[in-house]
């Protein structure tokens, strides 16, 4: 009887399968050149919140970097050339939350100090600023 059971069920189930459906490149490239057109960001999931950004930098980072320059390295800023120079990984958000996670020669890892949130809202803080210049 349990058997019937799971069968029935198992046959059911399988008749409300939903067919894949494969949107071709073409489309998807259309779809985000009208939403480029119309004004709407397509931003990746990770980004952060550049304004709470701001404030994890002033309270944990800023002691050495502050003004985007670097105390202990003073090659190593956080200028958009220095970044895409020396950064493991390139100029992006995602090399930044690495950096940033798991430290590396002299800067310490936060990873065990802030929230995946915090660090990926200094790292979208720190892109976003060296983008703009880190004295506007």
């Known amino acids: 009887m349990k ?20 949107v071709p ?14 004004g ?27 003004g985007g320059q670097n105390v ?15 950064l493991a990984g390139g100029r992006s958000e995602a090399s930044v939350r690495t950096q940033v996670t798991n430290g590396k020669n002299a800067m310490p890892a936060f990873g065990g100090r802030l929230s995946e949130d915090d660090i990926a809202n200094v790292a979208s803080y720190v892109i976003a600023t060296s983008e703009k210049g880190w004295d506007e």
Do not use: R, W
């Open 72 to 86: 202990i390295m003073p090659e190593k800023t956080l200028e958009k050339a220095a970044l895409d120079q020396y």
């Open 3 to 22: 058997y019937t059971i799971i069968a029935a069920l198992v046959a059911s189930a399988t008749a409300f399968t939903v067919p894949k459906v494969e």
């Open 25 to 38: 490149a073409a489309v998807k490239a259309a779809v985000a050149g009208a939403a480029v057109t119309a």
């Open 40 to 66: 709407v960001a397509i931003s990746p999931a990770f980004a952060g919140d550049v304004g709470a950004g701001e404030q994890v930098f002033n309270a944990n980072c800023a002691a050495c970097h502050a």
